[in-house]
């Protein structure tokens, strides 16, 4: 069987992927996503499969693009099947964003070879159900402020929002 096959991947969309999702910020009711928004995609990595494996997959330093990564889709091929309204932005830095002909923009970041990504689009289908393992820091740090002060974490160990919540 080939690893990207159809019937390999399947698994990995179903409940187990949906129930380790941990949503950590809600705000405006923007979630779930409507399928029929006018969506801009942006940002370097939101149609680029080779930035989504990160290292230790295709190759031992992973790889950028998506002609080594066949069978699976980027963020915004994710997104462009479920919301028919979403266009992909022709500058990586989102300068063609327009609120007259775009409801919300999804920017897709991260770093070569590391960055992961997730195509399926929110639209209430699925809620979120995963929780934290670990807490997310609120400065850059080591969870000391400039004074060496202990800080709180941005989000505790067990910390994830549901769409109820």
């Known amino acids: 069987m080939k690893v990207l096959a159809p019937q390999s991947i399947a ?3 179903a409940k187990p992927f ?4 941990v949503l950590l910020k809600k705000e405006d009711s923007v979630l ?3 399928r029929n928004a006018r969506i801009l995609v942006a940002g370097k990595n939101a149609h680029n499969r080779g930035h989504q494996c990160g290292g230790f997959s295709i190759a031992w330093q992973g790889t950028s693009g998506n002609e080594f990564v066949e069978g699976s889709t980027s963020v915004w091929e994710g997104i462009r099947e479920a919301a028919t ?3 992909l932005s022709t500058e ?3 300068a063609d964003a327009d609120p007259e002909q775009h409801d919300i923009a999804i ?3 991260g770093e070569r070879p590391y960055a992961e990504g997730m195509g399926d689009i929110h639209s209430g289908d699925h809620d979120f159900h995963g929780k934290l393992s670990f807490s997310w820091p609120d400065l850059a740090s080591d969870g000391t402020d400039r004074n060496k002060n202990r800080v709180s974490p941005l989000f505790p160990p067990g910390y994830g929002l549901t769409y109820a919540n």
Not at 18 to 21: D, G, N, R, V, W
């Open 107 to 109: 920017v897709v970041i």
């Open 85 to 87: 309204g979403a266009t």
């Open 32 to 34: 779930p996503l409507n």
């Open 11 to 13: 698994p990995s969309r």
């Open 18 to 21: 949906a129930k380790s999702l």
């Open 92 to 94: 990586a830095s989102g």
